[in-house]
C-alpha cells in the first residue's frame, strides 16, 4: 500500500505544479507557525481558530499542520499525495468556513468585505492533480518508488 502510496511517474509537469503550491503555501503556514512575514505564530495562531473561529483544538491543530507539513512535503516531494490532500483540505475549509460568502474574486480593489475563492480554488486544482498524478521528477517519492524491495 505504500509502494502505491508514494509510486509516481518522472513527470516534469508535477515538479511545476507541486513546487508552486508549495511556494504559495509555505509562507502562509510560516505565518501560522513560526510568526515570519507578519503572523501570529503558532499560540496567536491557534488562539484565533478555536476563540474567534469556534474551532475545536486538535482541528485547529491538525489544519495548522497539514499547511506547514504539506507545504515542506510538497517542496521535497515526501508523500506528496497525503501533503495534497492535506492542503486540500485546508482550502477547503478556508473557502466554506470563510471565503464562499465574499463571492468568487479576490478583494483587489478593496471595496467588498473580505476575500473571494478564487486564490483557493487554484490550490485545490493543484492539489488534485498531485493527489491524482504523485510528486513526479525530482521528488524523495520518486526516489523511494524507483527501488525494488530485495
Known amino acids: 500500500m505504500f509502494q502505491k502510496l508514494i509510486q509516481t ?38 488562539d484565533f481558530f478555536t476563540s474567534s473561529m469556534g474551532l475545536p483544538t486538535v482541528l485547529a491543530l491538525l489544519v495548522i499542520f497539514a ?17 495534497a490532500f492535506g492542503i486540500l483540505s485546508v482550502m477547503l475549509g478556508a473557502v466554506f468556513m470563510v471565503h464562499l460568502p465574499n463571492g468568487f474574486f479576490m478583494n483587489w480593489y478593496g471595496d467588498q468585505k473580505g476575500e473571494g475563492f478564487e486564490y483557493h480554488l487554484l490550490a485545490i486544482g493543484i492539489a488534485l492533480f498531485l493527489m ?6 525530482l521528488s524523495v517519492d520518486r526516489v523511494l518508488s524507483s527501488r525494488r524491495p530485495e
Open 9 to 46: 511517474p518522472d513527470d516534469r509537469a508535477a515538479v511545476i505544479l507541486r513546487w508552486t503550491l508549495a511556494i504559495v503555501m509555505f509562507p502562509h503556514a510560516a505565518q501560522k507557525v513560526l510568526g515570519w512575514f507578519g503572523g501570529s505564530g503558532l499560540s496567536g495562531t491557534l
Open 67 to 83: 499547511e506547514f507539513l504539506g507545504s515542506l512535503g510538497l517542496a521535497f516531494g515526501l508523500l506528496t499525495r497525503v501533503a
Open 132 to 137: 491524482v498524478r504523485g510528486g513526479g521528477a
